[in-house]
């Protein structure tokens, strides 16, 4: 059944135009099927290992924008979109997250003033989508996500000049979206190589597939019955209710408003800030430990309205609720809030970083590292989640570490939307982020520091040990479903059938005679007796190399080993 008025204007069976109720379902209907597809994208993995991620960004980033659209003041199309566009920003995880996170901050200021979306209105939001996409990526790559978004919002510039139901320009634009998801590998030779297309592009096109379904009537259905994606993810890492307080929203109406100050103002009151808006409305959004200051003070400047307070405690005992069923994780064993105040009141410099298992998480705390986000592959956490550790650290020089080429983005994102001096410090692997953090200097400014820290983190070879998840062709080897990998600096050179086999092998290819220091950080699937098995037989050839064993705990890699 197609659309009803409601949402929408309809004229002799063509949709004219769209409020922001209708741009809220089709979105709603992109989410969904995007999400009831999203194991299909998530298997449009490079690499044939278990970790393909893409799809659960995309469904996580789009969750995010969908419920901060809910709690949009009205239905008029900019207020919608400027919602949309915010709880993506604040939501995104991994780069295709954040990425599809851009697009919608360049369609939300495409619409500013509108109330609503008409088809050429439509195309040029989403041409100015695919701009801001592209600013967002330092080295713009063709064959990713971005040239699917581009060649859609193309094709909607051109059908918004001869049609004006929306519906047809949708239609277009999806076609355009599947076609140039089809040549993704004619673009990317590792694509090709792999038989794969991309994975980013193939999650936008289930998107706009999705919203074309809405306005055609037809379902998007349900989430797939293997589990489909966030019910496959769940947090690891559990926190005191004092460490989520409260989250609050609200609208400030007035004259005269002054947004940089009543930024700067409800900042001094808690952590995760956003404030946007003119002289007329502002929208205030802040976590607090007491919620009644950031009213007061907002109400002393004018009326309020959409005021919204939860306790973040009982939704994130509710989320791990909906998403249980699956292996438990306990929480961290971290240090007390006092021990964590006197370790960030002796240093200057704040350090956070990302880890994908708690055996790393203490590794990298034994370091000096202020802050631990647990995350990793299937669990990149989100610009939002990465400045909330940011603002725990009392300083204003904060450093971070993604330890993750999938992360980041995010840490980029959430350095731009913090009020602090953050550095990112773009560590691709957790080898690379332990040596950057053995280089940090106290005595050294924050420049000086991130740049060492970078050096260091470069002058660093990481080794990952995993097995395949399907047959495929890459880099010259015929690999099949259970070999196992070995990647070096995420290349694959190994390809064998033992894990001590294909370690050796790479170590052999890498020369590892000519290093000095070989560290091996053992995954939850070995044990601590295979691991030092492993490390004997790397001493008795390279009896010159010191080699030190930890239990990293980490999952989908046997092994991550640092070569120094």
Not at 124 to 134: L, R
Not at 221 to 235: H, L, M
Not at 294 to 306: K, T, V, W
Not at 351 to 367: D, M, Y
Request: hydrophobic residues 40%.
């Amino acid at each position: 059944m197609r659309p009803t008025g409601q949402g929408f204007q309809i004229e002799n069976g063509s949709i004219l135009a769209a409020t922001g109720a209708g741009l809220k379902a089709m979105l709603w209907a992109g989410g969904q099927w995007l999400e009831a597809h999203s194991q299909i994208v998530n298997s449009l993995n490079v690499f044939p290992v278990p970790d393909g991620d893409t799809g659960t960004n995309m469904v996580l980033t789009m969750r995010a924008a969908l419920a901060a659209a809910d709690k949009a003041a009205d239905d008029r199309a900019e207020i919608v979109a400027t919602a949309v566009a915010q709880g993506a920003l604040m939501g995104a995880r991994g780069n295709s997250g954040v990425i599809l996170s851009q697009f919608w901050q360049g369609l939300a200021c495409s619409l500013a003033g509108c109330d609503r979306i008409t088809p050429i209105v439509w195309a040029n939001a989403a041409q100015q989508g695919v701009e801001t996409a592209y600013q967002s990526v330092l080295n713009p790559v063709e064959g990713t996500i971005l040239t699917v978004a581009r060649c859609a919002a193309e094709a909607a510039q051109q059908s918004a000049k001869k049609n004006d139901d929306l519906t047809t320009v949708l239609a277009d634009m999806v076609a355009a979206a599947q076609t140039a998801q089809a040549n993704t590998p004619t673009l990317l030779p590792i694509l090709q190589e792999a038989g794969v297309t991309d994975s980013g592009g193939q999650g936008l096109v289930y998107i706009l597939e999705g919203s074309l379904r809405c306005l055609r009537g037809e379902p998007v259905g349900p989430v797939s019955a293997d589990g489909g994606t966030a019910t496959d993810w769940r947090p690891t890492l559990e926190l005191g209710e004092a460490a989520y307080g409260y989250d609050v929203q609200f609208l400030i109406q007035g004259e005269r408003l002054n947004v940089e100050e009543i930024r700067t103002q409800i900042d001094r009151l808690g952590w995760s800030t956003l404030v946007v808006g003119d002289e007329h409305l502002v929208k205030v959004h802040v976590h607090v430990h007491d919620p009644g200051m950031p009213l007061s003070y907002g109400a002393s400047l004018g009326p309020l309205a959409d005021v919204v307070v939860e306790n973040m405690a009982l939704q994130a005992r509710q989320f791990a609720r909906e998403r249980g069923g699956g292996t438990h994780v306990p929480p961290l064993s971290l240090p007390s809030q006092l021990t964590d105040r006197l370790r960030d009141s002796m240093t200057s410099i704040g350090t956070v970083c990302v880890a994908p298992s708690q055996g790393l998480a203490h590794i990298l705390q034994s370091l000096g590292a202020n802050q631990i986000v647990l995350g990793g592959q299937t669990m990149n956490p989100s610009p939002e989640e990465l400045l909330a550790a940011i603002d725990k650290f009392h300083g204003n020089d904060v450093l971070l570490l993604p330890n993750n080429a999938n992360v980041i983005l995010a840490a980029q994102q959430a350095q731009k939307l913090s009020s602090k001096n953050v550095r990112v410090i773009p560590t691709k692997t957790i080898p690379q982020g332990i040596a950057a953090l053995l280089s940090l200097n106290y005595q050294s400014d924050l420049a000086a520091n991130a740049e060492r820290m970078l050096d260091a983190a470069q002058q660093v070879q990481t080794l990952e040990i995993t097995r395949a998840v399907r047959d495929t062709t890459l880099s010259g080897f015929q690999i099949k479903s259970g070999d196992v990998m070995g990647l070096l600096n995420d290349e694959l050179v190994s390809v064998g059938r033992d894990y001590d086999e294909v370690t050796l092998d790479v170590l052999e290819k890498v020369e590892a005679g000519d290093c000095e220091v070989i560290t091996l950080y053992f995954g939850q699937e070995c044990s601590q007796a295979q691991a030092s098995a492993m490390a004997a037989k790397i001493k008795a050839l390279y009896p010159e190399l010191e080699v030190e064993v930890h239990a990293g705990g980490q999952p989908y890699y046997y092994y991550i080993i640092s070569l120094e």
